[in-house]
């Protein structure tokens, strides 16, 4: 189709206040690190329909706007004096708009397909590549009108949350109508706050909190691998489960027990894990996006940390769900500190028990329109066990390449996917052969079915026998 596009770009200035240098916040540190370990983008990619009746020169007039009215995406990084990573915020500048102008004789649905294959593109394309700053945004322009428009963020600057609000001013996403808080905490403000010594205080107990999780770990959750360190594109490799059933039955569990899905499934997966590794107790990450904190709700940035959690997998699949609530709870409200004194820590305990641990296992519940849709679903007539197994034959599992180097051995994505358990898991083929990931997913269906309609499933972790580790850093 290449030849019946025509490439352009729309220079576009802005200018806008905040300019100045600030420190990284803590969860800019986080994101860094997540992207030194993995080289992984993590960038937030997406496309859209754009309003009817808006043209190119309209795009970038939002663009402008955009780019003046929020000093996040006006950021650059560098260094500071001390050689340490510093956000710079630029007072005006100029950003390129990329135009594709589809051929008359193409078809509207062309200029869509176009845009829905450019944003994944650009999910993993370096924004530095292409752009100083930490957006870039692409137009497809039909018969004189733009109709789609795909837009990638860096995580540096925000998170998903923060796309969202950004999209508003768009009049794009699933935030358009809500309210902004215009005085939002800017992200440079949010980083030069976090050195204050009240900032300091939420660390030190969140550091008494992590401690008590990190002191007993094993050097990886699910052992030793035979390889020294993972190869990029060789031992992590990405599958995707999608299961009717699983929903229907994580539905009827939190009818049953009265409560929301979020811990159900946080439940129902952690004993799929036990039942297939024999890993238990089981101490991972979930994502805490920690803009419950006062001040933070409406901030355009990157406030994403990651929370932990040990979970006691023997018992009956209600007993995990229990702890889970609470679990769950109490990691999110230690989920913001700063990563540097998470890390001395981590260095002082491993000192101390003699080798270095670390976490391997994450479950990230990504849910955001779907999540609220599925705990509202609890109050509508209930499925029977039969119509849920009924559904079993359209459950859905496929493949896909293998990927960068990874930070995690099992990492669990719960995807923003309607009416359904939709799973991404990455997980490390040196760990995890395919037969065993495929039968983990498949146990997470079944756990929830079970679960379903009885108090007393039992979990069916069988704990593996206890490693000795010796030795010194």
């Known amino acids: 189709m290449g030849e019946r596009i025509v490439h352009d770009r729309v220079a576009v200035p802005f200018s806008g206040p905040g300019a ?34 808006l043209t190119v020169a309209d795009v970038a007039e939002r663009l402008g706007r955009l ?31 990329e135009v594709m102008t589809f051929a008359d004789h193409l078809d509207r649905t062309d200029a869509v ?33 733009a109709v ?22 768009l009049d794009l996403g699933e935030l358009v109508g809500r309210p902004v808080d215009p005085d939002a905490v800017r992200l440079a403000d949010l980083a030069r706050w976090e050195a204050t010594p009240q900032a300091r205080r939420i660390s030190d107990r969140a550091m008494r909190y992590w401690e008590g999780h990190l002191r007993s770990l094993p050097p990886l959750t699910f052992g030793e691998s035979g390889a020294p360190d993972y ?30 899905t979020g811990p159900v499934l946080l439940a129902v997966i952690a004993t799929a894990i036990a039942r297939t590794t024999g890993v238990t107790p089981l101490t991972l990450h979930v994502a805490s996006g920690n803009r419950y904190r006062p001040g933070l709700a409406d901030v355009i940035g990157s406030v994403v940390q990651n929370a932990v959690l040990t979970l006691d997998l023997d018992g009956t699949v209600d007993d995990v769900i229990a702890q889970a609530r609470r679990a769950t709870t109490s990691a999110l409200m230690h989920s913001y500190y700063d990563p540097d004194q998470l890390a001395e820590l981590a260095e002082r305990l491993d000192a101390e028990r003699g080798y270095p641990a670390r976490i391997t296992c994450r479950i990230n519940d990504r849910r955001f329109s779907t999540r609220t849709r599925a705990d509202a679903v609890v109050g509508a007539p209930p499925s029977t066990e039969d119509e849920i197994r009924a559904r079993q034959p359209e459950t859905y599992l496929k493949w896909h390449k293998f990927v960068y180097r990874w930070t995690d051995q099992l990492f669990v994505n719960i995807e923003d996917h309607a009416d359904t358990v939709h799973l991404q898991v990455v997980s490390d083929m040196d ?43």
């Open 67 to 97: 780019m003046s009215k929020h000093p996040a995406l006006r950021t650059r990084f560098g260094t500071d004096e001390d050689g340490k990573p510093c956000q710079v915020v630029h007072g005006s500048g100029e950003i390129e708009l």
């Open 113 to 145: 397909d176009h845009g829905n294959r450019l944003w994944l593109k650009w999910m993993a394309t370096p924004l530095e590549e292409h752009t100083p700053w930490p957006l870039r945004m692409g137009v497809m322009q039909y018969r004189g009108e």
């Open 431 to 473: 760990v995890f052969p395919p037969e065993q990931v495929e039968a983990l997913l498949h146990a997470v269906e079944e756990v929830a079915i079970e679960a379903a309609f009885h108090s007393d499933v039992p979990t069916g972790a069988a704990p593996r026998p206890a490693v000795t580790v010796t030795g010194s850093r």
């Open 231 to 260: 190869e990029a594109g060789r031992r992590c490799r990405n599958v995707r489960f999608q299961s009717r059933a699983t929903y229907l039955a994580v539905v009827e569990i939190a009818r049953r027990i009265r409560t929301d």
């Open 148 to 169: 789609y428009l795909v837009l990638t963020l860096g995580h540096m600057v925000v998170d998903g949350v923060g796309g969202l609000l950004l999209m508003t001013d």
């Open 20 to 53: 100045g240098t600030a420190p990284l916040s803590w969860g800019q540190r986080a994101i860094l690190q997540d992207m030194r370990n993995s080289d992984w983008t993590y960038n937030i990619s997406g496309a859209h329909h754009v309003p009817e009746g």
